[in-house]
């Protein structure tokens, strides 16, 4: 894919230099490419992503409380986090294995980073690139 073409969607979002999570996936699923392409391209245009879909960040001032979503608490079936768990390796669970659970299950994607938060474990790698 050309990245001229993922920069210029990412330019007509109304927030400049800011892109939230949802968005870079929707730009993915347009775009037919990977939601890694599209962090790269947000990346390589300075803009910042925020509103993470699991809770982990861009929901407020970073290192202020409110910065992220996770650590709160939620009641999910303990089928979901038997499923998490499975998911898991090491310690942590992919983005992607979480929102495959909470498809799957009719969870919310929060209610799916909260739990595994809950269980102990670290979330990662994103799907966007995030973290690196």
Same mark, same amino acid.
């Given at each position: 894919?050309?990245?001229?073409?993922?920069?210029?969607?990412?330019?007509?979002?109304?927030?400049?230099?800011?892109?939230?999570?949802?968005?870079?996936?929707? =730009?993915?699923?347009?775009?037919?490419?990977? +939601? *890694? @392409? /599209?962090?790269?391209?947000?990346?390589?245009?300075? %803009?910042?992503?925020?509103?993470?879909?699991?809770?982990?960040?861009?929901?407020?001032?970073?290192?202020?409380?409110?910065?992220? =979503?996770?650590?709160?608490?939620?009641?999910? +079936? *303990? @089928? /979901?986090?038997?499923?998490?768990?499975?998911?898991? %390796?090491?310690?942590?669970?992919?983005?992607?294995?979480?929102?495959?659970?909470?498809?799957?299950?009719?969870?919310?994607?929060?209610?799916?980073?909260?739990?595994?938060?809950?269980?102990?474990?670290?979330?990662?790698?994103?799907?966007?690139?995030?973290?690196?």
């Amino acid at each position: 894919m050309d990245m001229k073409k993922i920069e210029e969607l990412i330019d007509v979002y109304p927030e400049k230099g800011k892109l939230p999570c949802p968005v870079c996936h929707f =730009i993915a699923a347009f775009l037919n490419i990977t +939601p *890694q @392409e /599209v962090g790269e391209a947000a990346t390589h245009v300075n %803009a910042r992503i925020y509103q993470c879909q699991l809770g982990l960040f861009g929901y407020g001032r970073k290192g202020q409380s409110g910065y992220k =979503i996770l650590g709160r608490e939620v009641e999910v +079936p *303990q @089928e /979901v986090l038997d499923m998490i768990k499975a998911g898991s %390796a090491d310690g942590k669970v992919s983005c992607t294995s979480l929102w495959e659970i909470a498809d799957r299950t009719g969870i919310l994607r929060v209610e799916a980073g909260n739990a595994a938060d809950s269980l102990g474990l670290k979330i990662g790698p994103c799907q966007l690139g995030a973290f690196k």
